[in-house]
């Protein structure tokens, strides 16, 4: 590795000699390898840091050894982010190449959540879209309790019934549980079917696999590691019952077509094909984010449509949890109006982050308006507190990629070639409108 930041230094060079003769330009394809290798060194450093900040890294061992050993602070990765990225928006002004100028987009914004993450671990805050304006170059829209009690309407006239509406529904949802000791099996199937389905459209490396965990005590349900060269070690939360229909969400978003899929398309076609380093780290909290989450919640609708999920998870996963299919219709017309309902996740997330509610305000919102049982209300709020403003990639990004996937176009082919363009891209939120 070069001494560190020498990249800085090159290209100050290039800049002056660019103001002198713009006629004659030197190259900047070569000093962006560098300057990715600095911009790997920071991010590796702020890992030292926050145990959470980089979600995958398959680059070079050397970088890494050289941000364990170097130690530097939080405010020396500040000062230094703040000096790449107003290089990197200089460079963004002389820039003719396009695929160079989407390097440095994509630089920028994530030099930009990194300086936004710095601030967050130094204890200063923003707003709740402000933050994730500079996280994930987005920011999602405020819908007030009058939005969600239509739709709570329509799920009181699906159930029937007198008391407490959130209570009636969780009582419905578990008949609908796998037990535990099924599983494997019934997961195994619903991932095999999603990769199934994937494969006819994208065409993932050869040796592409993944190993799947069952594990407890997270904020979280789900989760791809990512660790390189086309391998993934999934792990499915375990803490709270699984109902069936999270058999096909899982394996589709932490899977095929999502994560799995997503990070090894960027390594084959960024990383190892266009040789930008900068891709063989994922740093979770940066706008790369908003497309892997709502790429991941996208793609389960689009391998599998609605009526196809149904009759598979009936006939296949339905089977092997043992469970009774006579409700089964009944139970996916509630699953469909719940997800119109998960912006309401959003709105705890920006009140209590705000400090207009608390905790347990935030629970109750989520009880009464997204009809959580109280104990994934409360495991809805331990995410918060561990993710803060990321909750909007879920479903902001889900609404984002398939406005860009399915725009003007009902053919699925054409929508699965833009799905694979979206994941083996630096796009961002803003390429997406």
Known sequence: MKPLFAALSSLLLIVACQSENAADQPAIEIDLQSLAKDYLFLELSMGQHDAGHVDAYFGPDDIREAAESAEISLDEIETRAGEMRNLVQHLLGSARDQNDKARLNGLNGRLLALETRIAINKGLTVSFDEESQRLFAAAAPDRNAVYFEAILDDIDTLLGGDGD?????????????????????????????????????????????FSIEYVSDKPWSGYNWYQGDAKSLIQINTDLPIFISRAVDLGC???????????ALLEKNLVQDNGWLEFSLYPLFSPLSLIAEGSGNYGIDLAFPARERIEFEKSVLFPLADLDTTEADRYYELSALLARLNYAGNEAARDYLNGTIDRDQAAQWLVQYALSSPERAQQRIDFVDTYRSYVINYNLGKDLVQQFVERDTNDIGERWSRFERLLSSPMDATDLE
């Open 165 to 209: 509406l959130s209570q009636r529904v969780n009582k419905f949802q578990n008949q609908f549980i796998i037990p535990e000791q099924r599983l494997s099996d019934v997961f195994d199937a619903a991932i095999a079917e999603c990769r199934r389905r994937t494969l006819i459209h994208i065409a993932l490396p050869e040796n592409e696999s």
């Open 253 to 263: 978003h932490e899977g095929y077509p999502g994560h799995h899929t997503f990070n």
